[in-house]
T-cell receptor
Framework: AQKVTQAQTEISVVEKEDVTLDCVYETRDTTYYLFWYKQPPSGELVFLIRRNSFDEQNEISGRYSWNFQKSTSSFNFTITASQVVDSAVYFCALSDHTGGFKTIFGAGTRLFVKA | DAEITQSPRHKITETGRQVTLACHQTWNHNNMFWYRQDLGHGLRLIHYSYGVQDTNKGEVSDGYSVSRSNTEDLPLTLESAASSQTSVYFC???????????FGSGTRLTVV
């Protein structure tokens, strides 16, 4: 069965701190995709990254980085030197072959970055 | 520019009324989805479609229906609105299975 767990409901940091958002997933498939989305206070949902199950390379995009570890079924997201504009709800998501590649989402982690 | 639009942005309706939320995309995506967002639950899938005339139930489909008569539109109908259906509804589309979604701006529905 598909499942995505984001155990951190809310995180609060001070600007310039590094912060890691955890994501643990469950799937029986060998072919699957993992995603992160951002939902700022304005409410829209913004796609950040997609990772397929065959590519465990970590990815860095500016202050954002993602650590994919199949051994622990985790796909964690780190923001380096956080900024107030990073304040948002972040969703981790999973899409797998058994589920017809529809996407299921975790409950989200709300990040507060204080100036 | 291609886009995905939802209407209305806000809707207040009475219990028992039929309500239809519109979703229109110009990405020419075959895959379209409806999710509802509630505090503590993240986004839950209501219905989805992989092409014209194709519709499928998601995890929370009771009380909702969709139809897909063309590539661009996937309207969501609440047959008889209930207070439990008060939520924010998001429509999304994707190029194909396993690709990231493009989301609409959402519809905030209140059932009184």
């Amino acid at each position: 069965a598909q499942k995505v767990t984001q155990a951190q409901t809310e995180i609060s940091v001070v600007e310039k701190e590094d912060v890691t958002l955890d994501c643990v997933y469950e799937t029986r498939d060998t072919t699957y995709y993992l995603f992160w989305y951002k939902q700022p206070p304005s409410g829209e949902l913004v796609f950040l990254i997609r990772r397929n199950s065959f590519d465990e390379q970590n990815e860095i995009s500016g202050r954002y980085s993602w650590n994919f570890q199949k051994s622990t079924s985790s796909f964690n997201f780190t923001i380096t030197a956080s900024q107030v504009v990073d304040s948002a709800v972040y969703f981790c998501a999973l899409s797998d072959h058994t589920g017809g590649f529809k996407t299921i989402f975790g409950a989200g982690t709300r990040l507060f970055v204080k100036a | 520019d291609a886009e995905i639009t939802q209407s209305p942005r806000h809707k207040i309706t009475e219990t028992g009324r039929q309500v239809t939320l519109a979703c229109h995309q110009t990405w020419n995506h075959n895959n379209m989805f409806w999710y509802r967002q509630d505090l503590g639950h993240g986004l839950r899938l209501i219905h989805y479609s992989y092409g014209v005339q194709d519709t499928n139930k998601g995890e929370v489909s009771d009380g909702y229906s969709v139809s897909r008569s063309n590539t661009e539109d996937l309207p969501l109908t609440l047959e008889s609105a209930a207070s439990s259906q008060t939520s924010v509804y998001f429509c999304a589309s994707s190029e194909s299975g396993g690709y990231g979604y493009t989301f609409g701006s959402g519809t905030r529905l209140t059932v009184v």
